[in-house]
């Protein structure tokens, strides 16, 4: 039967490879399908935890208010990727470090 | 002008003459000058006022003003006149207005000159009329801080020097007064810095704290006299001051030593004074003979007349400190008195005349001058007066004085006496070889050229010169001034144990 | 008027003259000289009232009295006094005054400082006849200086020349040196006695408030102040160089009445001297007489010699007074005034004429000036002198009263060789004076050519000076006016037969030789100089005593004044800058301290902070996967610790 | 013993999403990243469904998939110039990176094992889109008028930054 640490251990290794990509990718880009993907893997235990633990349907508002967040920054980030590409003219990270100390 | 606080305007005229001269627009020199001469105008006037009111028969306290100042430390704004102040002041007055008709050569930076000027002449005359010692004290640094500037800046070439090393030395002195003044302060229940009430209770101090105290005051005085040790600072601020400024210099800054002395250690600390007279006698005549010997070396015209003065100051110091058995000698302590009033009229003759010289010639070196008795006649006769006021020839002022000293003297310390009289010969000699030098002798064609004494100098000279002549005539007119007061400071003394 | 206003005329006249004639002299008319010697005149007919008062009643006595100066207990009289002596002192010094004061008109005529000169002279005559009446030591003392400077003004008068400058200052130091003497003296009066006049100071001696080895003391300082003045033996050096002033000042100031002073004042003062002190006084006086003397013979200035021999007279007076001769001695100083300040103005004539005052260079002008050379006579004659001459009458005594004083006291038969050694000198250097300028061939035809005889204004003085040279011995009058105010022991009386004796002798004897080698030539000066060179040139030396002097006293005081010079400038001066280096040192020190370790540590931890933070700063690299790798890390810790 | 048709369907979901995942992770070429991302949406959507939560599962495709990858591959076009299009992406740090998640990973699943969750027992699956409606009228209305702020902030935000384009 699938349990509660079933979906646990999946959201944590969505989380791990959204952690992996943020850190090694050095596109702009994949940097923020890293972050849809841990947001997804934080949503998941949300809906997980509400099934199993609390019963009610808290976490799915959670979920959703997440989702609609992710929305709002995906368009954000598409803003930002494009304003970023205009004034260096590309995106990678490593390149954009203009505020370095 | 209400007449019962005539002190403070006399004090307090030059300070709003400076004010006014700081005021006005900086190219008008001519009107700076006259508005000084008038600010110091003003006191000279009060003074003849206050010499035609002085009661020569009470030995107290005249013109006095008492009004509380710092009620908290119980320091009160407390001026008034005796008869060991009277004479001082109302020579200051004068001294200050012909120094200043002097001062009419100033050329370059002439309001910081004359307003540092006027102040200079506040502070002094303050010294002379304050009987609070705070008061007293504030007076003399405020005498000091103008004389620094005057020197330092008007003054010769190595000005810096002798203006730090003036200061310097006079500050080191002060501030063993502030010590003892402190220490009488707290030595007093209640708390004050009255001088009549410190002096009243000088039955109660003790004798070691007596001796230290005397100490104290002593070398702070001394520095200003000059006496032996700390003479070394009066030829150098001599050479680099300015001419109006060495008159005010030698003619008054000098009193305020003996000055000090007579107000504050003699009443004060009577005991002690007994303890130190011997020695102190002892460094009058070193003043005395060595000033005369170091003048007679001398090849600067100003230095000679810087030493000469330390050693007339020596007189002075002999006739203050002559106690026989009896206590002090009236003959000495009116001696003493009436020298620095002669002292300073005629060591102001003498620097105006160095004055006209160095405006002349730009030099001052002795040896370079000669027969000048063909070319400047007129200033030659008043030299000559100047000069043989300055060896003590009778019939002229400070004969007398330095006579009553020697008079005074003599009980007390026989051997002493006798060795400054020996000060004399020594005296006549330096002026006497330098008249020659100067005046006499065939005419230095350098200085065939050489323009008379003209009508601004005779103005300063003139008066002074009838001054000496007519007190050494007859000296009554300063004398009783001097009087009572000094009987009663010889009561307060008291005969030696 | 009663007399004292005729005192005070006397006296103030002629200041009031120089006073006028200082400040307005060049403008007055004939530059004022007539205003001058108008003063005088008047001075001395204000003075006859006075000689005949004291003329009528020789106990006479007159004072003058007023307060000067007070201090409570303690105060200084001013008062005049006249009696016998002042009367005369009086008439005597106007007098004379007059007369040179006429003689300078002829003498400075052509001066440019004419009537300056007037004035001095007016001053001086001022400061004279107050020394005269002063009737207590103070005041004595002031005129006394006064006197002093009076001479230093007219030494130096024609201050162009240096030697008169050098004369003039010398004249005035050496009085002081006497005057300080003479103060201290006085100053032991007064601590004794407790006052300065005369009267009371004498009633103080004789109830014997002060006596013995004090007195003795006293009457010692109060006579160097004499020894100064009248120019005695160990400061007589000033004499003979204040000739440099002109003739008719040395005539008044150096013969007749200034050197005179100290003679006065020992005789005004003289119960003041104790037996003790007089024998001081009069070897002192002895040694001047003689050694004065034997420089005065070969001496070839004519002032110069006169200066001498003025010396040697000022000896005589004063061992006068000393031997007990009180009226002998200022008899002679009277006398003395007369033919000494004529003596003076005949040789200012000659010098006047020939425009030189070296005897060598004249001779022969009895002829040319006629005049002075008779006046001159009278004058040598009464210096040597010779009987009827007034010289006669005062030298006798004195030398009588000597003898006598020897005779009482044998062991001091050095005084009578001096007295008579002196008499024999005088009258030898007197007539060798008068034979080398008057007699015999002129040696200088150029300037004889020349001479001609002075004017009336000069001749006139001479001639009235002449009468009372010859006169003014005759008829007693002077013992009948003077009387010594303590009884003196008088000498046996054959001391007066054998002065006679042997003054007329010397005088004669002097004479006789001088007469010999300068106008016979039986004896050559030259021949005689040779044989006994050293002490020819010691004596032409004037024994030295000038340049003993130089090198004795002023060459060792001015180094010891440049020591002092050097000392304080090195010594207190160089402490006190070395004050100031130390102090600035010391501060230096401090600065360094303060800098490198307390700056230092500030300093240190900034630099600490800058470092560390430049470490940190690498850590903001820019690159936003750091940052998230870092916070990772992070979060990682916290698991760790929350799991562990 | 016979497996649960919810089980099969579970570990298909994973296998899909965990996949995906890696690829997204791991592809050189970003547009591959892209596709592979919607895999792993869609495997979500599929969990959000065995967990009873349908209207999130719709959301999940329609705003995930629909909205915002549409995004990304926009940023992806106008970020590379259509010359290059091997779009390249390195990788920086990848070591710290691989260790850093494997730590992560293991200490979550000790996390998860150790924690005693008190896990009861799910109900029956329901409908939930008329619930969470109302939830949204009731309980969360703030938060939910908040959000509608947020994303138009968000929009005009985007707009302004994209806009600014034109002005260099």
Redesign the interface.
């Known amino acids: 039967m699938i349990g509660l640490h079933h979906y646990l251990v999946v959201s944590a290794v969505l989380f791990a490879l959204g952690m992996f990509a943020i850190i090694t990718r050095k596109n702009g880009v994949a940097i923020l399908m890293g972050i849809e993907l841990v947001l997804n893997a934080a949503n998941l235990n949300f809906v997980a935890f509400s099934r199993y633990v609390w019963g009610g349907l808290t976490g799915q508002v959670f979920a959703i208010f997440v989702i609609m967040l992710a929305a709002a920054e995906a368009a954000v980030m598409l803003a930002i990727v494009i304003a970023v590409y205009d004034r260096f003219q590309s995106i990678d990270v490593d390149r954009v470090d203009s505020l370095k100390g | 002008m209400p007449m019962q606080n005539v002190l403070t305007w006399m004090i307090f005229a030059p300070v709003a003459g400076a004010a006014v001269v700081l005021l006005l627009p900086r190219g008008r020199d001519e009107l700076v000058r006259w508005i000084s001469l008038l600010a110091t105008a003003v006191p000279l006037a009060l003074a003849f006022w206050v010499y035609a009111n002085f009661d020569r028969t009470s030995p107290g306290l005249q013109f006095v003003e008492h009004y509380a100042w710092i009620p908290a430390f119980n320091i009160e704004y407390f001026l008034g006149l005796d008869g060991v102040s009277a004479p001082m002041f109302l020579l200051t007055t004068l001294i200050a207005f012909l120094a200043l008709v002097a001062s009419w050569g100033i050329k370059e930076g002439v309001k910081g000159y004359f307003c540092l000027y006027l102040l200079l002449e506040a502070g002094m005359l303050g010294v002379f009329a304050a009987l609070d010692f705070f008061l007293f004290f504030i007076f003399w640094e405020v005498s000091l801080l103008p004389m620094y500037f005057l020197i330092g800046i008007w003054g010769g070439p190595e000005r810096e020097y002798a203006a730090i ?1 003036f200061f ?2 006079t500050l080191f002195g002060s501030v063993l007064i502030l010590l003892a003044m402190l220490a009488l302060y707290f030595a007093n229940e209640p708390h004050t810095f009255d001088m009549t009430k410190l002096i009243a209770a000088n039955k109660q101090y003790g004798i070691a704290f007596q001796l230290l105290v005397f100490i104290a005051l002593y070398i702070g005085f001394a520095i200003k006299v000059p006496v032996f ?1 700390f ?3 009066l030829p150098d601020a001599h050479v680099e001051a300015p001419t109006p400024i060495s008159v005010i210099l030698a003619g008054i800054l000098l009193k305020m030593g003996p000055y000090g002395m007579l107000r504050v250690s003699w009443p004060m600390l009577p005991e002690a004074l007994k303890v130190y007279a011997y020695p102190l006698a002892i460094f009058a005549l070193i003043n005395i003979v ?1 000033g005369a ?2 003048a ?3 090849r600067d015209f100003k230095t000679l007349v810087a030493y000469s003065s330390i050693s007339h100051m020596g007189f002075v110091l002999l006739g203050m400190c002559a106690i026989g058995p009896q206590g002090l000698s ?2 000495g302590v ?1 001696g003493a008195i009436l020298q620095m009033f002669n002292h300073g009229t005629v060591t102001a003759m003498l620097f105006l005349l160095v004055g006209v010289l160095y405006d002349r010639a730009h030099h001052r070196v002795i040896e370079d001058f000669g ?1 000048l ?2 070319q400047m006649p007129v200033y030659a006769g008043v030299a000559t007066v100047a000069f ?1 006021a300055a060896l003590g ?3 002229l002022s400070s ?2 004085s330095e ?2 000293v ?2 005074g003297a ?2 007390a310390y026989r051997t002493l ?2 060795i400054a ?2 000060g ?2 020594i005296t ?3 002026w ?2 330098t ?2 030098r100067v ?5 230095n064609p350098k200085y065939a050229t050489l323009p008379e004494i003209n009508g601004r100098e005779l103005v300063t000279l003139v008066p002074l010169g009838a001054l000496v002549l007519f007190l050494g005539v ?3 007119p300063v ?1 009783d001034l001097i ?1 009572a007061s ?2 009663q400071l010889i009561a307060l003394v008291g005969p030696l144990p | 008027m009663d007399l004292a206003t005729y005192v005070l005329i006397a006296l103030f006249a002629p200041l009031a003259g120089a006073t006028v004639q200082i400040f307005l002299g060049r403008r007055l008319p004939r530059h004022g000289d007539w205003l001058c010697v108008g003063v005088l005149f008047v001075s001395f007919v204000a003075s006859i009232p006075t000689f005949n008062a004291v003329w009528a009643n020789p106990a006479f006595k007159l004072q003058i009295l007023s307060e ?7 105060g200084i009289p001013l008062g005049l006094q006249v009696d016998g002596l002042t009367g005369i002192m009086l008439t005597v010094v106007s007098f004379i005054a007059a007369f040179i004061h006429l003689y300078s008109v002829g003498y400075m005529h052509g001066d440019p400082r004419y009537s300056r000169y007037f004035a001095y002279l007016n001053f001086f005559t001022f400061s004279m006849l107050g020394l005269v009446l002063a009737d207590n030591f ?1 005041l004595i ?3 006394w ?2 006197v002093g ?1 009076s001479s ?1 003004l007219l030494i ?1 008068f024609w ?2 020349r ?1 030697a ?3 004369a ?2 010398k004249a ?2 050496v009085n ?2 006497g005057d ?1 003497g003479f ?2 003296g006085i ?2 009066l ?2 004794q006695l407790g006052t300065f006049r005369f009267e009371e100071v004498f009633k103080g001696i004789a109830a014997g408030q002060m006596a013995g080895p004090l007195l003795t003391v006293t009457g010692l300082c109060v006579f160097l102040g004499a020894v100064g003045k009248s120019a005695q033996f160990p400061l007589h050096v000033w004499l003979p160089d204040a000739m440099e002033g002109p003739t008719p000042v040395s005539a008044l100031i150096h013969a007749a009445t200034m050197v005179a002073a100290g003679v006065y004042m020992v005789g005004r003062v003289y119960p003041v001297f104790t037996p003790d002190a007089f024998v001081v006084i009069a070897y002192v006086a002895g040694i001047t007489a003689f050694f004065a003397g034997t420089i005065a013979l070969t001496q070839f200035d004519i002032k110069r010699v006169i200066a001498y021999s003025t010396l040697s007279q000022l000896g005589y007076m004063m061992l006068g007074l000393a031997t007990g001769g009180y009226v002998a001695g200022l008899f002679h100083l009277v006398t003395h005034a007369f033919f000494k300040a004529l003596m003076f103005l005949a040789a200012g004539s000659v010098i006047h004429a020939l425009h030189t005052q070296d005897l060598r260079e004249m001779g022969g002008l009895r002829a040319k000036m006629p005049v002075t050379f008779w006046t001159m006579m009278a004058g040598s004659l009464a210096l040597a002198g010779v009987p009827p001459f007034s010289g006669f009458f005062s030298k006798d005594a004195i030398i009588g009263a000597t003898l006598g004083f020897v005779m009482a006291h044998p062991q001091h038969l050095l005084l009578a060789l001096f007295a008579v050694g002196g008499a024999l000198l005088t009258g030898l250097y007197a007539f060798r004076l008068m034979f080398l300028a008057f007699t015999g061939a002129p040696r200088d035809r150029e300037k004889h050519h020349h001479a001609h005889e002075s004017p009336p204004v000069m001749t006139v003085p001479l001639v009235v000076l002449a009468v009372f040279a010859v006169g003014a011995g005759w008829g007693g009058w002077f013992e009948r006016l003077v009387r010594p105010p303590v009884e003196l022991p008088h000498g046996p009386a054959g001391a007066h037969t054998l002065a006679l004796a042997l003054s007329l002798l010397a005088a004669g004897l002097g004479i006789l030789l001088a007469y010999w080698t300068y106008v016979v030539g039986k004896i050559s000066a030259g021949r005689v100089a040779d044989r006994y060179r050293p002490v020819y040139t010691l004596l032409f030396n004037k024994y030295y005593v000038d340049e003993l002097y130089a090198a004795g006293v002023v060459r060792p005081f ?1 180094a ?3 020591g ?2 050097a000392f ?1 400038l090195g010594v ?2 160089g402490f ?1 800058n070395w004050c ?1 280096r130390f102090t600035r040192g010391v501060s230096r020190v401090q600065g360094w301290i303060d800098f490198r370790i307390v700056d230092g540590a500030v300093n240190l931890v900034g630099n600490a902070i800058r470092a560390w933070g430049a470490v940190l700063r690498l850590v903001q690299t820019g690159v936003v996967q750091n940052y998230i790798l870092v916070l990772l890390g992070g979060v990682l810790v916290i698991l760790l610790l929350k799991v562990l | 013993m016979q497996i649960p048709a919810e089980a099969i369907v579970f570990y298909a979901l994973t296998a899909i999403t965990v996949l995906s995942g890696l690829v997204v992770v791991t592809s050189r070429k970003l547009v591959h990243s892209a596709f592979a991302l919607v895999f792993a949406f869609s495997g979500l959507a599929g969990y959000y469904v065995l967990l009873s939560a349908d209207f999130l599962a719709a959301a999940q495709v329609l705003i995930y998939v629909g909205g915002i990858l549409i995004l990304i591959l926009f940023a992806v076009m106008l970020t590379h110039r259509i010359e290059s299009l091997d779009i390249r992406s390195e990788t920086l740090q990848l070591l710290p990176a691989i260790a850093g998640c494997g730590a992560i990973v293991v200490l979550m699943l000790l996390a998860v094992y150790r924690t005693p969750w008190a896990v009861k027992e799910p109900q029956v699956l329901t409908q939930t889109a008329q619930s969470i409606g109302s939830l949204f009228m009731t309980d969360y209305l703030l938060p939910f008028e908040v959000a509608s702020v947020h994303l138009l902030i968000a929009l005009v935000g985007a707009v302004i930054i994209a806009g600014k384009r034109g002005g260099q």
């Open positions: 090393k310097l030395y040790p003479h070394t600072w060595y010997l170091v007679m070396a001398q009236q003959a009116n027969g008795g063909v043989f020839l009778p019939g004969f007398i006579a009553l020697l008079i003599f009980p006496t006798i009289a020996v004399i010969i006549a000699g330096y006497l070889w008249l020659q005046f006499l002798g065939p005419l007859y000296p009554m004398l009087r000094a009987d | 000067w100066l007070t201090l409570g207990s303690f103070f003392y002031v005129f200086e006064l400077l230093y130096g201050f162009e240096p008169a400058a050098n003039g200052k005035f130091i002081r040196v300080v103060f201290v100053l032991l007064w601590t001015l010891l004044t440049r002092c010079a304080d207190i001066d006190v100031g």
